[in-house]
């Protein structure tokens, strides 16, 4: 069992910064992809940003040039820099980790909150 770990949100400003960052207890060479959905209430799971093992990205229309994502050197632990935060933005933030067999785990989410 693969346990996906998120960390790193919190309250801001709009136009503010957060790093989000998300740990896989399993090694870089069973992983394909990573990558965060974000989720606001009373709305679906939305794709945000994904990385995968060659280090290919893309992003979600509404938070390219905003939003950053990378891997650590080891290759289990990616990061989401977002940039010039705005209200829209606030939703819970889940990372997941696609592993080599095709099967998918999820953390248990970390809410981002941009307000006033």
């Known amino acids: 069992q693969v346990q996906v770990v998120e960390s790193g949100g919190g309250l801001v400003q709009p136009g503010g910064s957060l790093t989000l960052s998300c740990v896989a207890s399993t090694s870089a060479r069973s992983i394909v992809a990573m990558g965060w959905y974000r989720q606001a209430p009373g709305t679906q799971r939305d794709s945000v940003a994904h990385i995968t093992s060659s280090d290919d990205t893309n992003y979600a229309a509404s938070v390219k040039g905003r939003f950053t994502i990378s891997r650590n050197g080891a290759g289990n632990t990616v990061y989401l820099q977002m940039n010039d935060l705005q209200p829209e933005d606030t939703a819970v933030y889940y990372c997941?980790?696609?592993?080599?067999?095709?099967?998918?785990?999820w953390g248990q989410g970390t809410q981002v909150t941009v307000s006033t």
């Open positions: 997941y980790t696609r592993l080599r067999t095709g099967h998918d785990y």
